[in-house]
RNA sequence: CGGGGCGUGGCUCAGCUUGGUAGAGCGCACGGUUCGGGACCGUGAAGUCGGUGGUUCAAAUCCACUCGCCCCGACCA
């Protein structure tokens, strides 16, 4: 590939409307351009990132036992209605009416369409397993789509799907695709980790996220220092609480009333009495599927997990009680609200259990009771863990560690499905008995246009990319101080034409630029290795070799020069 | 959906408060000097000032509406 007739439209300043580094950096390397918010076009050289990033996925899933089809694009509503995600989804999926006036969407993910393709076909247990997927544009109408290609409306996924006999042969293919999964991160060249995760719109029980790690990433997870615990902190759990033997023994004053005027926010009533948040107790009221409402209880400088809480209570949707409704039932607005008195069933994290010397709303406006004494004072129908995990807090699956907390982009996910769909969708095949029966399913995520932004996020330094050797847009950029003096010109051509021949990717600069612009282009678009050839070094018959990671350079004489950078470039493929 | 910000040559921005016929740097074209980390000199092309309507003798500038884009939030009392 010849720079100066390639499409490589890069730019000296950061784009205006770029926030993070993945997405400056794309940018201004010539590699997208942003077509509407949450969309843009790949160019040349992001393609051939994909492609490459494709080729690494393909290889893996198909050594795994996948096979791969493509799906439309487009789908039915009737198949969505089925699944009753038509209603669910919200208005993330983007729908449209075709010329019949017949409802339509753009796929967001393939789960209907893939069932409906395989109910249709398999009729036998003999039939099963089957892991298909596809590589294909999907697209979301996120509410807000931000970071470039990080949160798109329209972005690259291969999704896979499988369906079995039986629940064993269903978590032995989730194992298997998660060790696919550690194995196409790592070809990639990434730092990541994988944590359980929840299971979100997609359903399901057991579920794990592929993060990479990244300050930048929107994904807070946790990990233990000690074992291999590791979660998204919306699924962390929290060791059990034990209230210590000091608080048990404490008498306690008695309860008192005390006016809190205007002060509603923990940090507000904290403030003005002060006392510390962890002595306080929240009170949050949720509607739970759409009618009863029920109190939540976290420590004051606790946050309540919504997540925990729907999956304690075992219900569908948990929403938060607008004011009014709050109002309605327990005659206070929200901010005085307490767990004394208070008409409705009341849930309570661990934490507040055997709590003394507490803050809680007195249920009454401008008012706050201090000295509650949990055991006392009420009592919660059931403790559960309710709140998030935090950095520094014990491990909930080994003795000694304790929980530190990261960043993550989530490139994958895998989610053990059961018979969720193949149920409402009548998925069914004989067993060998010739009883029928709902086949067991999961499926595969990986975020192919994500993983692009989140390696530049992983991989970048103050002069530009960094691409990992594996998913780089090319390998070699061969860079001719002085392309028009014919000398270097001829040496450049030849060594050109025989790495060509080797089989390697390179980039010939052969632009009229001045050096400067050159080794600035060049830093930017992350290229892994670097061949200079300058008039002073041909001179004596050599040529530089520089790693753009590290700036390592090394002369190696031009005869030479060939096969010796075939030879990096296999050692690097190797490590 | 709520809050904030921005929209002016290809890019990054100034000009707007206080209305008077549009600027800079980069990029681009041409000529010359340069040539190992975003060169220099000269010449030049390029803008319905996001759109619509209004106020005014006169609008990039003031007003209204509208479209687009960015950021924050959109549930923790």
């Known amino acids: 590939m010849r720079w100066s007739t390639a499409f490589i439209p890069t730019l000296k300043e950061d784009p205006a409307d770029a926030e993070v580094i993945s997405h400056k950096l794309l940018v201004r390397a010539g590699m997208i351009r942003q077509v509407s918010r949450g969309i843009y076009d790949y160019l040349p050289l992001a393609l051939r990132v994909i492609r490459k990033i494709e080729t690494i996925v393909r290889e893996e899933l198909d050594r795994a036992g996948a096979q791969e089809l493509l799906l439309p694009i487009a789908s039915p509503a009737e198949l969505w209605q089925e699944s009753g995600r038509w209603e669910l989804y919200g208005k993330d999926l983007l729908r449209f009416k075709d010329r019949h006036e017949r409802d339509f969407c753009l796929g967001p993910t393939h789960e209907e369409v893939i069932t409906d393709l395989v109910r249709r076909v398999v009729r036998s247990y003999r039939e099963l397993p089957l892991n298909l997927y596809q590589i294909q544009t999907k697209f979301r109408d996120e509410v807000r789509p931000r970071f470039g290609l990080m949160r798109g409306r329209e972005f690259i996924m291969k999704d896979a799907y499988s369906f079995h006999a039986d629940m064993e042969d269903c978590r032995r293919e989730y194992q298997n695709m998660f060790d696919t999964y ?45 074992c291999d615990y590791a979660a998204n902190v919306q ?19 008695p309860l008192r009333k005390v006016a809190t005027p205007d002060k509603k926010s923990v940090a507000e009533v904290a403030n003005f009495l002060s006392l510390p948040p962890e002595k306080f107790v929240k009170t949050i009221v949720y509607k739970v599927d759409g009618s009863e409402l029920v109190a939540a209880l976290v420590r004051g400088d606790h946050e309540i997990n919504e997540l925990k809480l729907r999956a304690t209570l075992h219900r569908e949707e948990v929403i938060l009680a607008d004011e009014a409704e709050v109002e309605k039932a327990t005659g206070v607005a929200p901010g005085f609200l307490g767990p004394i008195g208070l008409k409705l069933r009341i ?23 201090v000295d509650v004494d949990q055991e006392r004072d009420f009592t919660p129908s059931a403790f559960a863990d309710l709140r998030m ?5 014990p ?89 028009k003096e014919e000398r270097i010109q001829n040496v450049t051509n030849e060594l050109y034409r025989d790495l060509l021949k080797r089989g390697l990717e390179v980039l010939l600069d052969d632009r009229d630029e001045r050096p400067g612009v050159k080794f600035k282009d060049g830093d ?26 590290d700036g390592k350079t090394e002369e190696i004489s031009v005869e030479k020069a060939a096969e010796a950078i075939q030879a990096m470039i296999a050692e690097a493929l190797k490590a």
């Open 395 to 483: 491990c909930p699956r080994c003795e000694q560690g304790r929980l530190e907390s990261y960043r993550g982009i989530e490139v994958g996910q895998v989610f053990y499905l059961g018979k969720k769909y193949s149920e409402t969708m009548a998925a069914t095949y004989l067993d060998p008995e010739g009883r029928e029966r709902a086949m067991e399913m999961g499926c595969y995520g990986i975020g192919i246009s994500r993983l692009l932004a989140a390696a530049i996020e992983q991989n970048h330094d103050e002069n530009g990319i960094i691409w990992p050797l594996a998913i780089a847009p090319l390998q070699i950029l061969l860079l001719p101080i002085n392309y």
């Open 182 to 226: 550690k194995r196409i991160f790592t070809r990639c060249g990434l730092k990541f980790r994988p944590v359980e995760a929840d299971t979100g719109a997609i359903g399901g029980s057991l579920s794990h996220e592929f993060q990479v790690l990244a300050e930048s990433g929107e994904d807070a997870i946790v990990s233990c220092g000690s």
């Open 347 to 369: 849930l309570a994290d661990r934490a507040v259990q055997g709590m003394r010397g507490a803050v809680t709303g007195a249920n009454e406006i401008n008012a706050h009771y």
């Open 235 to 253: 699924k962390a759990e929290v060791k059990p609480h034990r209230p210590s033997a000091r608080d048990l023994k404490d008498s306690s004053p």
């Open 524 to 549: 930017l678009i992350g290229i892994p290795l670097r061949v200079i050839l300058g008039a002073k070094g041909l001179e004596k018959g050599r040529l530089e070799v520089r790693q753009r990671r």
């Open 389 to 393: 995990a935090v950095a520094g807090e």
